[in-house]
């Protein structure tokens, strides 16, 4: 009985020895990281190799300019400002920045990947997959499918951001389109361009052959493809690449050739 006594004791008398132990360690810890300062600000852009709207140097300059790190205590740097500082950014789509101990910040950033450009007559701005509208970029142009001519976009000149009501529509059904063309093997090398006419038909340059392919409205994609499939595998063979100057396929279960 007197021996269990013992063991409890010790038991007991151990747990107090480590619970003292990181509670010291703690303190330890806690005032080591107040004499810490932030001495460096490293910038990783996790995918520079297939995009280039963001670089190092403007990164820096904005944590610079408005939340200044350098020879401030590591405790005291907030990092969710920073990250919501480099979001402001249009040509970023998402930044994490994270302490690395003893004296180094961390910021890691994601550009946006454009799908689309859009040229109106005076201006031109980039569409992501998540329908994100931002500006173009005089230091960088990305190589994606345009659309021009008489874009019926409403917003303002330098908008950035996702679009609403009539805007938003469209954007998503020029989503649609762009994405059916750029999934297809043939259309996506056959499907050099795609202009809007005033009256909102959208009209299809290819790469091989003069023809203009009226395609109409953004409904019904696939069944309008099928026809300018045909149009291709059928009826070029029999007349040639020069019989006709146009093929309209906008309307349903027909194909007019001039």
Known sequence: MFKKILVIIGIIILF??????????????????????C??????????????FVK???VLDMIEKNCPVIGINISEINTFNIEKLLNTKSAISN???YVKLPDLLV???????????????????????????FGLLDSFSSYVPIIT???????????KGYPVDEDKKWIEYALNLVRYIENDTFWSKQIEQIYIEKNGDIILSPKIGEQKIIF???????????KLSAFY??????????KYSSVNIKYKNQIICK
């Open 107 to 133: 910021v890691e950033v994601t550009q946006r990947k454009p799908v689309i450009r859009i040229q109106n007559y005076d201006c031109g701005y980039y569409v992501d997959n998540s329908g994100y509208i």
């Open 216 to 226: 109409g409205n953004f409904y019904d994609i696939d069944e309008k493809f099928k």
């Open 149 to 159: 001519g008489n874009i019926p976009l409403k917003f303002e000149r330098n908008f």
């Open 56 to 58: 190092k140097d403007e």
């Open 95 to 97: 930044s994490q920045a």
């Open 16 to 37: 107090a020895i480590m619970s003292a132990y990181f509670v010291y360690a703690d303190k330890l810890a806690a005032e080591g990281e107040k004499k810490m300062v």
């Open 39 to 52: 001495k460096d600000i490293k910038v990783v852009i996790l995918d520079s190799l297939s995009t280039r």
């Open 233 to 242: 595998n059928s009826i070029i063979p029999e007349v040639g690449w020069k």
